[in-house]
């Protein structure tokens, strides 16, 4: 019988970071749970990332996580945007790292290619397969949908990173 991983999928975001939860055993894909984590954008930026650490911290806390797939920041036009999204995405590492845990990255278009089969895929397309993958899923918002993506890419990807990993 095959081990059962529990993945925590994290969609980082200052506002909202989306996090989703999924079983892998063997081949079978379970979904565990999913939501978003919000900061006060009426906060200060310190105050804002001090939310996210410990919701974050929460999430971990409840759901006992195996590993951890976060996506990777894609740089934007506003320089200042992406360097708000880099802060929030450290908390995204930071969390699970402080408690032990494996933490894979993920670029937006590996996610997307795993899950639907095109880099480019729209939001859309990408809910859509992940409630093919995950019947039982039904993620309120995309940040949550996106976070159950880039799990599920882990799920996909985690054991010819492992063996990359050796060599």
């Given at each position: ?40 954008g ?20 409840t ?56 880099g ?45 990993a050796?060599?």
């Open positions: 019988m095959s081990e059962r991983i529990r993945i925590l999928g994290l969609d980082p975001g200052l506002r909202n970071t989306g996090w989703g939860v999924i079983t892998i055993e063997g081949t079978k894909l379970s979904y565990v749970a999913c939501g978003v984590v919000t900061s006060d009426d906060l200060d930026l310190a105050l804002r990332l001090k939310q996210l650490h410990d919701r974050l911290t929460d999430v971990v806390a759901w006992t996580p195996d590993e951890v797939a976060v996506e990777e920041t894609f740089v934007n036009k506003d320089a200042q945007a992406t360097l708000k999204l880099g802060q929030a995405r450290a908390m995204s590492l930071l969390v699970p790292a402080l408690h032990g845990l494996p933490v894979a990255e993920y670029g937006a278009n590996q996610v997307k290619k795993t899950v639907v089969g095109v480019h895929a729209e939001k859309g397309q990408v809910l859509a397969m992940v409630k093919v993958l995950l019947p039982k899923a039904d993620p309120k918002k995309a940040d949550a949908a996106d976070a159950l993506a880039i799990a599920i890419a882990h799920a996909h990807h985690r054991k010819a990173r492992a063996l990359a050796k060599f």
